[in-house]
């Protein structure tokens, strides 16, 4: 570890603490934020009961001391299957957006920096891409590839690929001609090394912003593509399934089985786009003053 | 007994920051007669630009007055309403931007614009105004006015679009221009012909005029007055001449030492810095030069060559200046040496070996890249936002030399640093908290902690103040003296050039024009090209100014 890199981990520290201070609502979401993971990851601890275990006779009972989101169609407790669901979303989302954004910033990343041919081919693709109504292109490739989690991550980095692609390549092309790239060639870096150490690092805090915004979309993405069927199947606990298993019963006053899965859902995306703007002034260290 | 055209009083400027309160000026005192030109002078962070923002009551919303008074034409404007100044602003007081290029709206027509100031001040027909827009150019004494009028300001030159500024500061007819570094950022040729322009549009139309300078020589040549500004104070004011022949503050004569003249020589740049030691050279009679350069060319597909047939030679250990406007080829030629660009054509040796046949996508490969290392010329724009100066410095020895994190890179590293005179607090810090001058001996660091044999330096001093160019030049010299690193300065400042490099080429459209030793060169120059580039360069020369007074220009 070399001295510099310590002092800037200390500097940083500082420098979030800063941000946090002066924005309470990044807090709020980062605090949001950090909930869920802990919750994902204790979900077996934290739940009062088997998410998938039914119990008829208790079937339909609304919100009450021994089942505090009240129970489903089946008597399974609604609390701990949104829990557990916590853990499935989560994972869906991030490994979606992971994937789309490795991806997507490596191929955008050269684009930018080479320009010419490969980049007019891989724009024209994007484009063709990004014509499509993206939740139907989703639907396709889930239907194609097969009703499984994987293919819903699969599909979800699919149709967040174009974006990342694009803004790696407008982020990297406005630098690409910048004193400090070309002094990293005089360094020892080749065209390679210039995309991947010296670039990209540089891009991330704008995209950081956007992989948060898109991590609330991947979960929606989710929930919208198991709610039609597709994806996560039955017995599972995910927010969309138990969204849409509950909608028959709406009409007949039963909200708990709709309204909170979705409450849910909604407080998750709302905290991932909070948390956006607030990663942005952490990551970039020219907002350090 | 009347009253000044602008009198400032006391006036105190702060600026409200993250940090709190940052007080800007400490109670600026200036007065100007109505055809009167007064210089400004200070370095960077002085509150020269803040001064003028501030009587234009142009300040952004974080900074505010907070004390003192302007008066012009003998009215308090210090809190005149937004009605009152918009009147004011463009018609009495009008002003000339650093960056012509970023203070003209690029997607409007030359003509579009000046319409757009004439109306603002008065109703016009559109007949009359384009008349008026057209006279106005041609009082810029811009070629071919009337196509002009419909060019957008991409399609201008650096000059034309400074040209194109000053009609529109001048359109309204304005009491006083305040100029803000109005040349800075151009070449020397333009430097000078739009100062030539500016004193005489001043002299015929009896306005006065306030230059923003950070350059003495310029000051010095235009003004009649001179204000020395450091840290938000006027530490001395008074008569051109008188100021400059005998500075009476300790910051005026630290300027004015750092100012290059004619004669000047490194060593009376910066007095107090210890003495260069030269290492004798050792020079075997048999050895190639350093670095030769064979009938090199290279083009980018327009139509003349960005480079075409240059041939010189740099000895061990020995300077060349590389000399010429731009878009003369010398940026493209440092890159051609540097093994960052193939040439097309030519050969390029290093030190016995042709380096030109290993294309510069694999050159990172070549056991040379450690020998060429160059500068660049912004330092604000040379250094990776995101690495801190250790790691800017440590970058090439990682990449390079394979060296780990550990005691070697770290002495490596402070020893560059060292070499420098970067100080070692520095080096925890990130380019946007270090200073210009600082951000310099990074770049200089980085390049020369691989111990180079070759150093490029691409214009090193041009975004710097005097004082710092000073220092950074020094440095640079005692590199080459003390531990024989070769050099190639390129530079369009003749004057610079001279005082660091035994020998000069200069470039013109890609090619040499002339080539030989410094001192020679810049005496006798043959090229009449060379002659038009001494003649423009603005070196500080407080006896010079007579000749030059604008009233000589045609009364």
Redesign the interface.
Known sequence: ?????L??RS?TGRHIAYVLRSNPVTALAAFGTLLLVLVAVFAPALVPYDPVASNVPHALEPPSRTHWAGTDQLGRDILSRIIFATRLDLMIAVSAVSISFAVGAVIGGFCGYRGGRLDRWVGRFVDVLMAFPLFVLAMALVAALGNRVENIVIATAVINLPFYIRFARAEVNVRRN???V??????????L?VVLR?LL??VLPAMAVQISLNLGWAILNAAGLSFIGLGVTAPTPEWGIMVAEGARFITTGKWWLVALPGLALMMTVLCFNLLGDGLRDILD??M?? | MTSPLLQVENLQVAFSTRHGIVTALHGIDIALEGGETLGIVGESGSGKSVTSLAVMRLLDRAGRITGGRVRFEGRDITRAGHADLRRLRGSALSMIFQNPRAALNPIRTVEQQIVDVLAAHGRLSRATARTQALDLLRAVLIRDPEARLLAYPHELSGGMCQRVMIAMAIACEPALLIADEPTTGLDVTTQQTVMELLARIKADRGMAMILITHDLGLAARWCDRIAVMEAGRVVEHGPTEALFEAPAHAYTRRLVAASPTRRSTLADLAPDSPPVVTLPRVHAAGTPPLLELVRVAKSFGGPSRAVDDVSFHIPQGGALGLVGESGSGKSTLSRLICRLLDPDDGDIVFDGESIARVPAREFHHSPRRRDIQIVFQDPNDSLNPRHTAFDSIAYPLRRLERLRDGEVLRTRVREAAGRAGLPMELLERFPHQLSGGQKARVGIARAIAPRPRLLVLDEPTAALDVSVQAVILQLLDRLRREDGIGMLFVSHDLNVVRMLCDDLVVLQAGQVVEAGPSQEVFQRPQAAYTRTLLDAVPYFDPQRRSAFRPAALGH
Do not use: Q
Request: charged share 20%; hydrophobic share 35%; net charge neutral.
């Open positions: 570890m070399s001295e510099a890199a002092i800037g500097g910048a004193g400090w070309e002094a990293a060639r005089a360094c020892g870096d080749s065209h090394s010296v690092p540089n260290p020219r350090r003053t």
